[in-house]
């Protein structure tokens, strides 16, 4: 073995991983010398399939093969690689023939397959390997070969269990990163349509996708999000919920503010609105940056249906969604300081519905939130077949029980089950999750201080709100930037304007590819000569906006 | 991207204006229109707008002469640095005063509509650490909440306004012309002074994205406050009479009790309408805040905006504990607006814009 070679050879694993868990060594010309590393590498990693082949008949080549059972796609190996090659005669000569490297003859000449590099990297080596891709090591080459044949056990592309619609696209993200880029690139045909790879975790080294429309998205809104991504070393993510929580503004804060989504459709558009999409591997969930409080009140069904009808159900989750966390407070707050504002006749009734009952409305509430709470937990936790049960022995039975013993009043059974209702009504489960740890503020300042309370949990609300930023933009927005963007960002808000009339991008866009329709019949009578095609080009796009003063 | 640059927009400027001349003041505007000018006090406010021009005239002009600066910096300029210290902090006591006056006014109001049991200290309290919780969030998150508080304020008012008109005794305006020049010249002044909140242009035109356009956005939020003060004293007129303003303490809360609703699910609609004023009080009370705290931190050439928040928060709640009573409340409000208020919107102002001319100090905007 030579002296130069023996030099790489790593005595411990923990002598050549750096901090960031990096393989900080080269390959090694003498393929012995990087046969001994990926050995200790892989040691007692009874799941990693290692071997050396001689190829060439005559003359025997020696390459080395890794890779780990069950990720790979055997075929692409064997009958596309290994299978054009092992008989060859004589390697070498054809080597000094064409005065080439090993490597670069094999993966020019002998290999079926595309999707084949090569590296110098050990690091890069095993870190395919550990991806699902094969790794070839060649002797006498400083290079080795990465075939990407990566065919690792999915659960294939299924319906959203979350986001489901009456009306569209049935497909939802799932476990494999590749498949999700892949939804979004078929709907997005355009080559402006970037895909930056990146691997987070210095153990688990997992892949993340960095989406976005490049003429579109703002560039400090990409560097911030790659700042905020390179911000902290962690060892391991398994969901995107990590990312979400490592990239957000507030830490502090219950809103959510990035949006996750299992729906293509809803990461294709917002990358057309100039947002950027940060997809995980292993996670079905899609997050998109920057999002506003307004994002969580759009469902994808919205754009589907008629305007007149998606309007009116936006108008229904704004209204329900307030009534989602203020409703027990008001309740408190009414009942306990402002009976006086009832009508007469209802205000008797809801006496004579408390009559008997021990607790005060305050308890009464807590208890009956707590216990859907519980029920929701519950829920959650046990077993399909039996967690229906669970809704009917908590909601019939215990409910029924608890009125008949006077532990709490038919009303208040009434107000926690509507305001149930009103939390799922809410098309996005993070914003329902931040309500249902609000509606506790309403109802502690109510209890205390009336409808005066009540007001000031919404002044402390929309205080909170109004400083909350999204990767920089305001969370409240458009309702508190309306004249930015020409007050076209409202056309999508508690009203769904017509498709027709939602001529321009929103703010999250740059400033000059903010044209997103127009007519182009109009377009072809004023500027194309007749016989000609009608070419909309983003030239054209920003010469519109040119027109409209931007 | 909007970045975090202390600095608002124009809108937002106007948004700020609006809210914080929206205060406890206009309840009390119909009785004190309809003690000077009788039965047409409703043309005071137009009047007003006069005097309400010389002050934007006066504080912008002056702040105009010093691009990106506040009351602070651009003082020390014009006159002595003793004297700018003695101006700078007048002002800052003359917000806190102001600020804790009008909250106690506010509180006196809740108490009685809302919360007759709770003691009036928690009342105040309460508010003053939500005011806090919004201005430490800065300037711009201040401006995006009155953003949104508009919506919360101006529309239950225009909707109850509605209600309000269609049943409204519109005799109650006639005869025309029955009132005495002079009466309206200091009903005007008076009426005039409900523009107070014009004089925080001191400072914030030097937290404007485009100072150029300070005068504008002065301007316009003037003409429609003077046009809110109107309608308020029109329909208050209108709809509880010209004698019962000026016997009410607060004429706008009893024109909400007498409104009625048809097919209403809710009865005293004036508890719910109280929205409005405490919306609009927690913007009045934050800008003070904001402000004072600004000042602190610029003289003591802190980075922080923030620092002196906390510390605001007890002194605001003893001038606000001050008066005994609702009365006395009543009193000192009402000389503290007569006596002291207009010394920051017309005669302090024009004084150092007279210096800086004469001076030549700063630059003026091309």
Redesign the interface.
């Known amino acids: 073995m030579p002296k130069e070679a023996t030099k790489n050879i790593i005595s411990n694993e923990d002598n050549y991983h750096d901090k960031n868990n990096k393989i900080n060594i080269q390959l090694s010309k003498d393929l012995a010398v990087n046969i001994q590393n990926i050995e200790l590498l892989f040691k007692n990693c009874m799941d990693v399939v290692k071997r050396q082949v001689d190829i060439g008949k005559d003359f025997p080549f020696k390459i080395y093969g890794v890779y780990v059972d069950g990720m790979i796609n055997r075929d692409i190996l064997e009958h596309f690689f290994l299978g054009r090659i092992i008989d060859y005669k004589n390697l070498q000569a054809s080597v000094e023939r064409e005065g080439t490297t090993p490597s670069q003859l094999i993966m020019q000449h002998f290999s079926a397959t595309f999707d084949i590099k090569e590296t110098d990297s050990m690091d890069a080596m095993v870190n395919a390997v550990l991806s699902g891709d094969s790794a070839i090591f060649i002797d006498h080459s400083e290079k080795g070969l990465i075939i990407s044949n990566r065919a690792w056990p999915n659960r294939g592309v299924g319906e959203p269990t979350d986001e489901n619609v009456v009306r569209g696209p049935k497909d939802a993200f799932t476990e494999t990163i590749r498949f999700n880029t892949v939804l979004i690139r078929r709907r997005i045909r355009d080559t402006k349509l970037k895909v930056k790879m990146m691997s987070y975790g210095i153990r688990s080294r997992t892949d993340v996708a960095i989406m976005y429309v490049e003429d579109i998205v703002k560039p400090e809104l990409l560097e911030e999000v790659m700042r905020r991504l390179n911000k902290y070393e962690i060892d391991a993510i398994y969901d995107s919920g990590y990312i979400e929580q490592l990239v957000e503004d507030s830490w502090k804060s219950p809103f959510p503010q990035t949006q996750a989504t299992e729906r293509p459709d809803k990461v294709a558009s917002s990358l057309l609105e100039g947002k950027v999409a940060i997809i995980v591997d292993n996670s079905p969930f899609v997050i998109v940056v920057p999002t506003t409080l307004n994002a969580f009140y759009q469902a994808s069904e919205d754009y589907y249906q008629r305007w007149q009808i998606m309007s009116f159900t936006r108008i229904l989750r704004y209204i329900v969604s307030f009534l989602a966390f203020a409703l027990p407070g008001l309740y408190v707050a009414l009942l306990n300081f402002q009976p006086a504002m009832l009508p007469t006749p209802f205000a008797i009734s809801i006496a004579a519905s408390r009559a008997g009952i021990t607790f005060s409305t305050v308890v009464e509430i807590l208890i009956m939130e707590l216990t859907f709470e519980l029920f929701r937990e519950a829920g959650i936790r046990i077993p399909g077949a039996i967690g229906h049960v669970i809704g009917l022995v908590g909601g019939i039975v215990i409910g029924q029980a608890a009125v008949d013993a006077n532990i709490i009043s038919p009303m208040i059974i009434i107000i926690i089950s509507f305001t149930a209702i009103c939390s799922f009504a809410i098309p996005d489960y993070s914003l329902t999750s931040a309500f249902r740890l609000i509606r506790y503020l309403f109802i502690a300042l109510s209890a205390v201080l009336g409808l005066y309370g009540f007001l000031l949990a919404m002044l402390i609300i929309l205080a909170h709100l109004s400083s909350l930023e999204s990767f920089k933009i305001p969370y409240l927005a458009p309702y508190n930037i309306m004249s930015e963007n020409k007050f076209n960002d409202l056309k999508d808000t508690l009203l769904r304007f017509p498709t027709f009339m939602q001529t321009r991008r929103p703010i999250f866009a740059r400033e000059n590819q903010r044209t997103r329709l127009r007519l182009k019949i109009e377009r072809v009578q004023q500027d194309v000569p007749p016989g000609s095609n009608s070419a909309t080009t983003n030239d054209n796009h920003a010469a519109d906006d040119k027109e409209r003063g931007e | 991207?909007?970045?975090?640059n202390g600095k608002i927009?124009v809108?937002q400027v106007k948004i700020l204006l609006i809210l914080q001349m929206f205060n406890t003041g206009i309840l009390l505007l119909p009785k004190t229109a309809a003690h000077i000018v009788g039965r047409e006090g409703y043309v005071l406010p137009i009047i007003a707008l006069v005097f309400g021009v010389a002050y934007v005239y006066g504080i912008v002009g002056l702040t105009e002469h010093f691009k990106g600066e506040t009351l602070v910096e651009f003082t020390p300029k014009i006159v002595p640095k003793g004297i700018a210290f003695i101006i700078i902090w007048a002002f800052a006591i003359k917000l806190i005063i102001t600020a804790g006056l009008e909250l106690r006014m506010f509180a006196e109001m809740?108490s009685r509509v809302?919360?007759p049991k709770?003691p009036l200290a928690?009342?105040l309290l309460?508010?003053l650490l939500?005011s806090a919780?919004?201005v430490k969030?800065?300037i711009e998150?201040?401006a995006?909440?009155a953003?949104?508080?508009i919506?919360f304020i101006f529309i239950p008012l225009i909707i109850v306004i509605l209600f309000i008109v269609f049943k409204a005794d519109y005799k109650q305006l006639m005869p025309f012309f029955q009132v005495q020049p002079l009466a309206i010249g200091k009903g005007a002044f008076l009426i005039s002074l409900s523009f107070m909140p014009i004089e925080f242009m001191l400072m914030l035109t030097g937290l404007m994205e485009k100072p150029e356009k300070a005068k504008r956005a002065t301007l316009v939020a003037l003409v429609i406050m003077s046009v809110i003060e109107v309608i308020v004293i029109l329909v208050t007129f209108v709809g509880i009479g010209v004698e019962e303003s000026k016997r009410q303490l607060w004429p706008v809360i009893t024109l909400m009790q007498s409104a009625q609703f048809l097919g209403a699910?809710?009865?005293?609609?004036e508890?719910?309408m109280?929205?409005c004023w405490?919306?609009s009080i927690?913007m009045y009370v934050s800008s003070g805040i904001y402000f004072v705290s600004l000042i602190g931190s610029r003289v003591c050439q802190f980075k922080r905006e923030n620092v002196f928040v906390l510390p605001i928060i007890p002194l605001l709640f003893f001038v606000a504990m001050l008066p005994r009573n609702l009365a006395q409340v009543y009193l000192y409000y009402m000389n503290f607006q007569y006596y002291m208020g207009v010394w920051f919107l017309l005669p302090i102002p024009l004084i150092l814009l007279i210096i800086t001319r004469i001076k030549k100090v700063g630059g003026k905007y091309e």
């Open positions: 991207m909007f970045s975090h927009s809108s809740i809302m919360l709770t928690v009342i309460s508010m939500v919780y919004l969030s800065g998150a201040t995006r909440m953003e949104v508080l919506y699910f809710v009865e005293n609609q508890i719910l109280m929205t405490v919306f927690f």
